[in-house]
């Protein structure tokens, strides 16, 4: 690629000012280090708590007033503390007779939420999330190949055959969880934990129906041959084919997208609430 001398205007234009470059990241400011809330604090606390004494989800935490003495902090600073370990989906909250903070798995729903928060506010494109894709799943879908488990290929087989009853279904949902079920089997495969939530907190945005997107059945029928050719790659273990049909799957949805959807791919990817309303 040709390398292209920045002006002074064109730096001022890469900054907002005008111009279609892409923008330069933001220099770093001198702040002034602002004190972090005992809440905060209290929370790390609890989360290195819970790693370090192996904790597994469903095991109950110290109750409220437990961790008051143990950590000699008020009773508002622990339930705040707590709060934020709930958004973070690390620790539920359960009511009742047995009720207390409990540790739980965190979904990647939180993840999701912080990425596509700042997408939304820098009027990201969903055509942006499909070059994401397109870039990281064929590499996903490569290492899959050289760690798969049987468990794993069997569920990517049983659900092509549920994607093939579903082929002419009016509504596209169940067919679009199934999709989302095949990629997200292949992404935890990768034995890479990114990958793992990466994959599944984004999946559903670059599957495309927050914007719009829906398959016929036609091209349902080309997402399962797509599906089971990749499947055979991963059963064999080779990691170039599966790269290679993967990438080839996403270029014909891809493909698919921009001729019948181009409108939906130039909207910003919306933000929503990941937690209860």
Known sequence: MMATHVSGDNLRNQNGSGGDTAPLPPRPVRSVPKPVKSSILLAETILRDIVREGMVPGDALPPEKVMVDRYDLGRATVREALRLLEYQGAVQIRQGVNGGPYV??????????????????????????VEVRAAIEPMICRLAAER????????????????????????????????????????WSSGNTLFRYLADSLLDIMDGHVVGLSYTPRTRKGV?????????ALHTGNGQAAEDRMRHHLAKWEEYATMEFPAALRQVVPWSWPGPR
Do not use: C, W
């Open 148 to 187: 798969i488990k049987e468990p794993a290929l069997i569920e990517l087989q049983s659900t092509i055959d549920e994607m093939n009853g579903h082929v002419d279904d009016d509504d596209d949902a169940y067919f679009r969880g199934l999709n989302a079920r095949f990629h997200n089997v292949v992404a």
């Open 104 to 129: 739980q798995e965190p979904d990647s729903g939180h993840f999701a939420s912080t990425i596509v928060f700042l997408l939304q506010l820098q009027r990201t494109p969903f055509e942006s999330i």
């Open 224 to 232: 399962i041959a797509a599906h089971q050719t990749i499947t055979e």
